[in-house]
């Protein structure tokens, strides 16, 4: 495999302490919950990534992205072998405080949670860690 990442981007939403996140039905993350978000299309922005695979996953159309992090992500096989690479933008995004959320596309399940709740998930590295800054931000 090349080691070229795919562009990937995803979008924390937050409300009253709580992180929306889906719980993904596909590689890469199966099984895992995460903030949602996926794969760049050709010509996209990372930004615009975020905010289309956000209400892709959801139904709410989020705005106002600000980027928050970045990831280089590998996984390899048994072998050593790299198996997938991506290069992940993660944003804050804001959306209308009555949307409701609703699992679609990718995501299997969707729901909020405290960052409490979120280390006692099977989630990427990348979330607990991005959810433990914002928490750590507030106090």
Not at 33 to 53: C, K, S, V
Not at 81 to 105: I, K, M, P
Not at 121 to 138: D, G, H, W
Request: aromatic share 8%; glycine share 6%.
């Amino acid at each position: 495999m090349t080691s070229n990442p795919t562009a990937a981007s995803s979008a924390i939403l937050e409300r009253d302490g709580r992180f929306l996140l889906v719980l993904r039905r596909n590689p890469p993350s199966a099984d895992m919950y995460a903030f949602p978000g996926g794969r760049a299309e050709l010509g996209e922005t990372p930004d615009q990534t975020a905010l289309r695979e956000f209400e892709e996953e959801t139904g709410i159309r989020a705005r106002n992205p600000e980027i928050f992090a970045t990831y280089d992500l590998k996984q390899h096989g048994a072998d050593g072998r790299l198996t997938s690479h991506f290069f992940l933008s993660v944003f804050r995004v804001e959306a209308d405080g009555d949307s409701v959320a609703a699992a679609a596309d990718d995501a299997a399940a969707v729901g909020w949670f405290t960052v409490n709740e979120i280390r006692r998930l099977p989630t990427p590295q990348s979330v607990l860690e991005c959810a433990e800054r914002l928490a750590a931000a507030r106090t």
